[in-house]
């Protein structure tokens, strides 16, 4: 086993360990880990097996097998950050709406307790 | 006609006294809504001493933002038409009656107040009118929108456009955004002219290099506004 490979699958191995430490704790959570899980996994199957790693790079036309894994980790870390704009995105909509509807009901509460000052008053 | 007048505001304790004398003395018959998006100032204990009702958001949510928790009142309460108007004193509450002529006619869905349909009514920066005139063209020449005051934050809305800006307002430069959006589910709009009062604030700070670059956004988002999907 080359030193390339070893260093390959402790660094993808890890990857996943990791992720996985992550949700079983509960600080990740699990439908934003898809897209981890996928890459730790993937990259760690052509890490181990350079026969595959081989395989697809003549097919795609890479002379030097051990440039896919870098153009896969790239290509997921794109992926992973698109996922993060549009989770993002969606958030800061969310934040919005509850700011309107914070002021909203602040102003309805001020409403009412304006309207029960008023009728103390009529009846006291 | 159950009317309600939205007045954003940020920062605006020196104008916004001013704004809403005006606002009761031209249309008595109007409730006042002043949204406050997060001012570090008084303006929202202002506005309550003058006996107004106000939206305190918890933090800045941007023009967009405001406005769109000021229709979100507006539809909840009932209201048949909402009338926008800047906490700076620039928009003059005497213009409102003719704006709202076209709603009640029901010959519009949406009246926007324009400096420049009376000649030489309005003078800005060189800068300033030339961006205004570049989304002008494009929105009445492309869109077939015909407005020339794209920019202008004084506008009276019908029920049905109320409604609309509750599910969708834009955030980043909403005045000409929303035309493209409203055309596109083919809303009325329509425009007439008005005076307004030239802002006060040190506005006049706008470059050449920075009027450039506001306009390449707006630009930008309209077309973006375009392909949008919206209901």
């Known amino acids: ?124 | 006609m159950k009317l309600l007048i939205i007045v954003p505001a940020y920062n605006e304790e020196a104008s916004l006294p001013g704004v809403i004398r005006d606002l009761k003395q031209h249309v008595p018959s109007a409730d006042v809504l002043v949204v406050n998006d997060g001012s570090r100032d008084s303006t929202s204990r202002i506005a309550r001493e003058m006996g107004i009702k106000v939206l305190d958001l918890p933090f800045n949510l941007g023009i967009g933002g405001a406005m769109q928790a000021g229709y979100l009142y507006a539809a909840r309460n009932d209201y048949e038409i909402a009338v926008q108007c800047d906490g700076d004193g620039q928009h003059l509450a005497r213009e409102i009656r003719k704006m709202l002529q076209p709603l009640a006619a029901g010959t519009a869905d949406i009246v926007v107040g324009s400096r420049f349909l009376t000649p030489g009514g309005y003078r800005a920066s060189v800068f300033r009118t030339l961006g205004i005139r570049i989304f002008s063209f494009i929105l009445s020449r492309i869109f077939g929108i015909a407005v020339t005051d794209s920019t202008s934050g004084f506008r009276a809305a019908n029920r049905r456009v109320i409604e609309f800006f509750t599910r969708t307002y834009p955030d980043d430069y909403p005045e000409v955004e929303s035309l493209v959006l409203l055309h596109k589910v083919n809303m009325r709009i329509l425009e007439v002219a008005v005076t307004m009062h030239d802002r006060t604030g040190g506005s006049s700070s706008i470059t050449a290099l920075r009027s450039a670059y506001y306009i390449a956004k707006v630009l930008l988002a309209i077309f973006i506004d375009l392909m949008k999907k919206v209901r």
């Open chain 1, 1 to 124: 086993m080359d030193l390339l490979k070893i260093l390959s699958i402790i660094g993808s191995a890890s990857v996943l360990i990791v992720v996985i430490e992550l949700i079983r704790r509960g600080r990740l959570k699990e439908r934003y880990s898809l897209l981890w899980l996928l890459a730790g996994g993937i990259l760690l199957l052509l890490s181990s097996s350079r026969d595959i790693l081989e395989y697809i790079s003549h097919l795609v036309g890479i002379y030097y097998p051990p440039s896919l894994l870098f153009l896969l980790a790239f290509l997921f870390l794109l992926l992973i950050t698109m996922h993060f704009s549009v989770v993002l995105s969606d958030l800061s909509e969310k934040n919005k709406k509850l700011a309107q509807e914070l002021a909203l009901l602040r102003q309805e509460i001020q409403k009412m307790m304006n309207r029960s000052v008023e009728k103390q008053d009529v009846t006291g």
